[in-house]
């Protein structure tokens, strides 16, 4: 897995910041009961992907990693659709305070290792010393046209 260049890396660092800055302040508003679910649901989706990690890793290496991503994102988006406030699952937004929690992880140990590819995969591959080829759709075009721009100067 290639490493990002310093645009797209400090790209990762202010979205893990934004991110720290909407939930660390729900977290000190909230009750226990409400930290627990919402740390919970961040502790679930750790383990969803690592999973997830195992599946591409051995049983789909060669799979198309803008696909892939797509198919990556969707169950954290859905969780965090569903896990709002008055949402069908955890009506207070422990759903969406346990995705905010889980991606501001993801964000800043991508922005400390300088990983590029999907962030959501951050964390296995923080855990087992290797990245999926999964793409990430907002960050891996930076990361492209960054490269192509640096090989040009």
């Not at 891996?140 to 040009?152: F, M, N, V």
Request: aromatic share 8%; charged share 15%.
């Amino acid at each position: 897995m290639e490493k990002t260049k310093s645009c797209g890396r400090s790209l990762r660092l202010v979205f893990g910041i934004c991110l720290a800055i909407i939930t660390i302040p729900v977290y000190l508003k909230a009750g226990l009961n409400y930290n627990l679910k919402s740390l919970g649901i961040a502790l679930g989706l750790i383990v969803f992907y690592i999973i997830l990690h195992f599946l591409v890793i051995k049983l789909m290496p060669s799979i198309n990693r803008w696909l892939g991503a797509l198919v990556a994102i969707l169950p954290v988006a859905a969780v965090f659709i569903l896990g709002q406030g008055n949402g069908p699952i955890f009506g207070q937004g422990e759903g969406a305070t346990g995705v905010l929690t889980f991606l501001t992880i993801s964000f800043l140990i991508d922005f400390i290792r300088a990983d590029s590819g999907c962030e959501v995969m951050a964390i296995p591959g923080l855990l087992f010393k290797n990245r999926t080829p999964l793409a990430c759709l907002a960050l891996t075009p930076i990361d492209i046209l960054e490269k192509k721009l640096s090989k040009q100067i």
